[in-house]
């Protein structure tokens, strides 16, 4: 009897294994076909948006000292570099939702959420891009490059994004991740967090695929080796040349006045930063890392960790010349704001589960054989000056993307696969 259900199981493993393995040579094969043109499309531009703005940049420049001495005007010329697991998915909301009211012109991928990530960001990689295009918003997830990225903006365009504690962060990203790192599914053991943790180099390799959700995420998304020892002294010039490119960092553990002092940086009024919290993992489903095992996750991941440090000592370097009372003052305003909106938009008053989500358009992206991320059910006797507001404010990023009319036959196409082989 036991020996019939291990091999049931054991088939069922291959079976999913099998699945596994051919999508992701599907994957492979759909990602050289759809990137092959833009990667020769690269050394072909004669024309980007700053030289086509050229011109135009010193009487931009003076215009902007100008109405900043008097009265600034909203900043419309945006580059957001959206990291994972971070609050970022909540951010991208907010850009959404700005960018739609002001008419901007978003630079987004095609065929797919995010800009063919973990390759280095391209220019081409923008749906539909013409050599000199020049457009407001870009920020979809990438892996950074400045100088590609510049290319499709406008000079005073304003650079930002966004960190979280580094342990938090990798503690999310290896429950979000591990199905889809195949070096984490030989781990042992009901927590194969702490497995990993107390052995990291047994169960890692720098070459392997997907590896790098597994060290110094952050580092990797800004374009870096993300497997740098943090006292590698390649590590602080590459944060100082990050630094270099980057107006203002958001702190995602001070997420409401991160936002505080990204309305001030961007002269946007307090409805434009109102918000739910978007893409939130249930509170089951987090480890509670004990205090040695979060020592070794920050010895892990130390590159992010310098880089972390770095930018929270400018942030709160910018709290303190904002106000320490002005802040408060204005981070209860916020929290009172987005109280009201919660009361008129959502149901069951907070974020609920996948399996109680009643419409198909608030449902989030899960992740491979999980359903940990939580969502809302809107109010339906919502007052109709509101009903579009809420809508939108509820709208998770896959469903809102298409909406602003994203080709996402890619990203659907990976999870009806992932839905129909890994059964939640």
């Not at 590609?148 to 650079?159: F, G, N, R, T």
């Not at 930063?273 to 004990?290: D, P, T």
Request: hydrophobic content about 40%.
């Amino acid at each position: 009897m036991m020996s019939g259900i291990k091999g049931n199981k054991c088939r069922l493993v291959i079976r999913r294994l099998v699945l596994w393995v051919l999508l992701i040579n599907i994957m492979l094969v759909l990602y050289c076909l759809t990137n092959s043109t833009k990667v020769k499309n690269r050394d072909s531009q004669e024309d980007t948006c700053p030289l086509r703005m050229k011109s135009l940049k010193r009487n931009v420049t003076s215009q902007r000292t100008k109405a900043q001495s008097e009265k600034c005007s909203p900043e419309v010329n945006i580059m957001f570099m959206k990291t994972h697991k971070t609050a970022s998915s909540t951010l991208l909301n907010i850009l959404f939702r700005f960018g739609e009211k002001h008419e901007l012109k978003f630079a987004f991928p095609d065929g797919r959420n995010d800009f063919f990530y973990p390759s280095p960001f391209l220019c081409s990689q923008v749906k539909d891009y013409r050599p000199g295009d020049c457009f407001n918003i870009v920020c979809n997830h990438m892996r950074f490059d400045h100088q590609e990225v510049a290319k499709l903006l406008h000079p005073d365009a304003v650079y930002i994004t966004i960190l979280r504690d580094p342990v938090d962060l990798f503690e999310s990203s290896f429950h979000y991740y591990h199905r889809a790192v195949p070096l984490t599914w030989m781990i042992n053991g009901e927590n194969k967090l702490e497995q990993f943790l107390n052995a990291p180099q047994t169960f890692y390799s720098p070459d392997a695929f997907n590896s790098f959700y597994l060290r110094n995420l952050l580092f990797f998304d800004f374009g870096f080796d993300n497997n740098m020892e943090a006292d590698d002294p390649r590590v602080l010039r590459d944060i100082h040349s990050l630094s270099s490119h980057l107006d203002f960092v958001l702190i995602a553990e001070y997420f409401e006045e991160s936002l505080i002092l990204l309305k001030d940086t961007l002269c946007w009024s307090m409805e434009d930063i109102l918000y739910f919290k978007l893409n939130a993992r249930k509170s089951s489903s987090v480890s509670r890392l004990s205090t040695a095992l979060r020592e070794k996750a920050l010895r892990w991941n130390g590159a992010d960790w310098r880089l972390y440090q770095h930018f929270n000592a400018s942030f709160w370097a910018r709290v303190e010349a904002y106000g320490r009372e002005r802040m408060r003052q204005e981070v209860e305003e916020l929290r009172r704001r987005n109280a009201e909106m919660e009361a008129i938009c959502i149901e069951d008053g907070g974020a609920v589960e996948a399996k109680k989500i009643q419409d198909g358009r608030f449902l989030p992206w899960q992740p491979v054989g999980e359903s940990t991320i939580l969502g809302y059910n809107m109010k339906k006797d919502i007052d109709p000056k509101f009903r579009t507001i809420c809508e939108k404010m509820l709208t998770p990023e896959i469903q809102y993307l298409s909406e602003l009319g994203v080709s996402l036959w890619l990203t659907r196409l990976w999870g009806w696969f992932k839905d129909a082989v890994f059964t939640v």
